[in-house]
């Protein structure tokens, strides 16, 4: 009995490890930048795949207005987790003047790009990702591949996460996700398990957005996602989700 325990103990404490990662660096990634220079290598291989990534978008005349490299990777708060965040920039509305249709329409053509795409630079995923010319940024870290200049230059920050705090929220939203997984192997009613799947999702999706426009990127409630997307949690909730659909044609 006590073994089990032990046992238990262990695998807990494993989903919880990558809060260590939180930690910030006390210099940017030294296999990424030199004193805050961009490795030419490394942008111009970014450049590449961003211009053939908005070419497979196909929107006919539209122009990139910039592209722009954030995240971790462009801040001190880099890991063994992190990637090349890319964001091509471009005014939306130029595709449609329905923004909501255009979103979807990036989403979709996301989707398949990363089916039929793995791209890595020193062993970290390449993510794209489009933004609206006028959408809020929130990175204290954006690098201007197309200018080869920063817009924001990343500080160090007097930061040191709430370990305590952060385990604690996420165990809340990773206790519903035993429950929802539990919830479909018994059988209970799907369309029950597909709320509690919808209103979990947006909880937490909800919970980050406000995190983010309160205290930014180091805010308690974004290293919650980004700790439940790094213990595998986010795959998990998706997969509850799919599983959920399919169930109902069986």
């Known amino acids: ?42 942008k111009s291989n970014l450049i590449q795949v961003a211009e053939d990534y908005f070419d497979n978008l196909e929107l ?9 490299f954030t995240g971790s990777l462009a801040n001190y708060n880099w890991s063994d987790y992190s990637d090349f965040d890319v964001h091509l920039i471009f005014d939306f ?16 053509k996301e989707k398949v790009w990363k089916l039929q795409h793995d791209i890595k630079i020193l062993g970290f995923d390449v993510e794209l990702f489009c933004e609206n010319i006028d959408a809020e940024r929130i990175s204290t870290g954006v690098y201007s591949l197309m200018n080869d200049e920063w817009v924001v230059k990343p500080t160090k920050q007097d930061f040191v996460p709430d370990e305590k705090l952060i385990r604690s929220k996420a165990e809340k939203f990773m206790t519903v996700v035993k429950e929802i997984e539990e919830d479909l192997e018994s059988g209970k009613d799907l369309e029950e398990v597909s709320d509690k799947i919808k209103k979990l999702w947006k909880k937490i999706k909800d919970s980050r957005k406000a995190g983010l426009q309160k205290d930014g990127e180091f805010s308690v409630e974004n290293l919650v996602f980004k700790l439940l997307r790094r213990n595998g949690y986010i795959e998990r909730i998706i997969e509850a989700r799919r599983l959920a659909y399919d169930k109902r044609y069986k």
Do not use: C
């Open 1 to 42: 009995m006590f073994k089990r325990i032990l046992e238990f103990r262990d695998f807990a404490q494993a989903q919880f490890a990558p809060i260590k990662s939180f930690y910030l660096k006390d210099e940017l990634n030294p296999k990424i930048w030199t004193n805050f220079e961009l490795d030419e290598d490394i």
């Open 60 to 68: 006919g005349d539209v122009e990139l207005e910039d592209v722009v």
């Open 93 to 108: 509305s130029k595709v449609d003047d329905n923004l909501d249709l255009v979103q979807k329409y990036l989403d979709a």
